[in-house]
């Protein structure tokens, strides 16, 4: 079955980086869209970063467009979220996530996404 666990989270004061990495089990890069999703406190669960299985285009969120770069290594299984020039507004718990089936108009929203990590929390503060 899929299992996605993420790991990388962190304190980091503002301006600074992390890169969060996701380690997917039962998931074929080439079959799954994959992304990153990121919840505030309070708030609803935001699109961030997603690579579409066929054919590989990225997209990105436009607040974080610029400043993040999701990657992913088929030979290892790892999803990667590198995240430069943070800024508070960046804190929230970030999720993995996976699909088989997600046509695009679907990417940017959560309840479409079959399969999540436990989340990593991500805090920016000086």
């Known amino acids: 079955q899929v299992q996605l666990v993420e790991s990388g989270g962190g304190l980091v004061p503002p301006g600074g980086s992390l890169t969060l990495s996701c380690k997917a089990s039962?998931?074929?890069?080439?079959?799954?869209?994959i992304g990153w999703f990121r919840q505030a406190p309070g708030k609803e669960r935001e699109f961030v970063a997603g690579?579409?299985?066929?054919?590989?285009?990225?997209y990105y969120a436009d607040s974080v467009k610029g400043r993040f770069t999701m990657t992913k290594d088929s030979a290892e299984n790892m999803i990667y979220l590198q995240m430069n020039s943070l800024k508070t507004e960046d804190t929230a718990v970030y999720y993995c996530?996976?699909?088989?089936?997600?046509?695009?108009?679907?990417?940017?929203?959560?309840?479409?996404?079959?399969?999540w990590g436990q989340g990593t929390q991500v805090t920016v503060s000086s």
């Open positions: 039962g998931v074929t890069f080439r079959s799954y869209h």
């Open positions: 996530t996976a699909d088989p089936r997600l046509i695009l108009s679907s990417l940017r929203i959560a309840s479409h996404w079959d399969y």
């Open positions: 690579i579409r299985g066929f054919n590989s285009m990225t």
